[in-house]
């Protein structure tokens, strides 16, 4: 019995709260009009701006966010605002862009002031709203100057007093991605709320007509389908992602949701009755990458997701978005065959052509390493393999030319066979990367076996014709075995010539090759964690052992023909 109380008593409360909702979307078009709930809200707090946000790191230690500095102790810039709600364009979005660094406002040292001091300065308190008659010098160095020059700038505030849009974008799970289209797919989950104090005032008012004394935190809790919010005629943020190529058909799910707090929330005025206005998604779809293969199969690629608003320039909290986007993938995301390194939120500005103003977009960028220890054994170590097989054809007589092309051709035709496995991970590219450079060197460094097998056989063709010619000549005639000893000495003689001269030229080749492969990322950021004279070094390093094989052959050799007399 007690059970089936408790059931009812839920089952009224929900059915209590959903009728109270459907009087909420009643109320909310009967006020559409006259309250233009269709424009952008206003913060009850807006004040004046300079329009700078700076840029903010998470002290996890004190629990607070702090300003980033550089190593002076200035402030460094995230981005500017462009417009405030009257469309009125902050001056400071023509000087300023990421990574810029604060040195002073109004003769100030920003770089000795706390957090606190230095918002002070760039949202000054005035009566005066958008006062034109107080400009503001502002000393900064560009994040692109190479001497660290100091430019000013005097620019006026504005009044700022847009709402803020929270966005969260979580990465629930890398699906796939597609290096041959230059695309990836993530199942990942996006949220954005912004508060709106005009909905809270008519929960209010609906409150007192229908004698809602007690508060019961299930009244003005509201969840809308897509369609069914879009109905209401409500304004409200379109932050989408600019690269998102096709949405999934299997979205989990995609709702609105109004949250009302009567005494006001924990991050805004608690006296003030606020609406939290809530978009919800998740699902999963495929985004369009810009990846660089240049230093394949040591490279960094960047996933990244371009988060702008379609249709009005929204001011976005930054710092909610750092925290969702930084604290959760580092620790969490796993990505098979890649390392992720680290998560950034990067702004920009574009061109919406079809409006012709400029926004800010959000790329939320992710670095990750690709794995290379699978190239290594699948690819790398085999070809190290078969070069040294070529190299082994050395030791059998240049005589036996045959013998000798029959290792050195196979050799390098199953050289050849490796680079389709490279292919299966590569778009047909239009620059060179540093598989590329180094795969035509081991080409090289394979097919140099065969041209010295056939250069050093020379001599011991020349020594058959040779007889032909001195047996004919029966009055010089020597015996055959003392012609045959004599010549063979004479021919292998001028075959480690020639062989020395050709182990010579690829001993010095050899590196000098490598070395300009690597040259083609020496600075390229697409390159991982791996510095470039680490890579060189270890892709030599092995080839060391064919030159000491070499080396020994040429030195017993050199220590055979002391001695000998032609």
Sequence with gaps: MRILIIFLILLSGNAYSQTFCDALSTEIKNNQIEERLDLPPLDFEGRNSLGINLDYSYDSENEEWT???????????FNTLIKNGEGKTFESSDFFSFGDRLISIDGQKLNVLKKDEVMNLLEPETDVINDKTKKYRVEYIKNDSLNDEINFVEIEPLYDGQ?????????????????????????????????????????ENLRSKYKISSYDETIGNCQYSVEKFKSLGLWYPQLSFQNRVEESSDMVEEYFEIQNYPEGNLYE?????????????KGTALFQGDFNFKAFPLDRQTINLKLFADADEIPINDTWLFLEW?????????????????????????????????????NLNISIDRNYLYFIFKVYLPAYIIIFLAFMSLYIHPKNVEARLTVTIVSFLSLTAYTYIIDQDLPKLGYTT??????????LLAAWPTAISILTSYNFTYHKLKWSFYAWNAATQDPKDK????????????????????????????????????????????????????????????????YILMTYKLIRLRFYFQGEKV
């Design 67 to 77: 300003i980033k500095r550089d190593n002076a102790g200035n402030p460094i810039v």
């Design 163 to 203: 709402i803020r849009v929270w966005p969260t974008v979580i990465i629930d799970n890398f699906i796939e991605i597609f290096p041959k289209t230059n695309k990836f797919k993530i199942a990942y989950t996006f949220e954005y709320r912004w508060d709106n104090y005009e909905i809270a005032s008519i929960i």
């Design 269 to 281: 005025d608690e006296n003030t009755p606020i609406s939290e206005m809530i978009y919800w998604s």
């Design 326 to 362: 930084d604290d959760y993938l580092t620790k969490n995301l796993k990505l098979l065959n890649w390392d992720i390194r680290e998560a950034s939120i990067v702004p920009d500005r574009w061109n919406d052509v079809y409006w012709n103003e400029d926004k800010t977009i959000y």
């Design 434 to 443: 540093l598989i590329d450079g180094f795969t035509i060197v081991l080409y």
């Design 483 to 546: 012609f045959d000893y004599r010549e063979e000495l004479r021919s292998f003689r001028g075959s480690y010539k020639v062989e020395l001269v050709m182990l010579s030229i690829i001993a010095i080749l050899f590196p000098l090759l490598c070395l300009i492969a690597v040259q083609v990322v020496r600075n390229d950021p697409s390159l991982s964690s791996l510095n470039w004279i680490v890579i060189l070094l270890g892709f030599l390093a092995p080839f060391s052992a064919i």
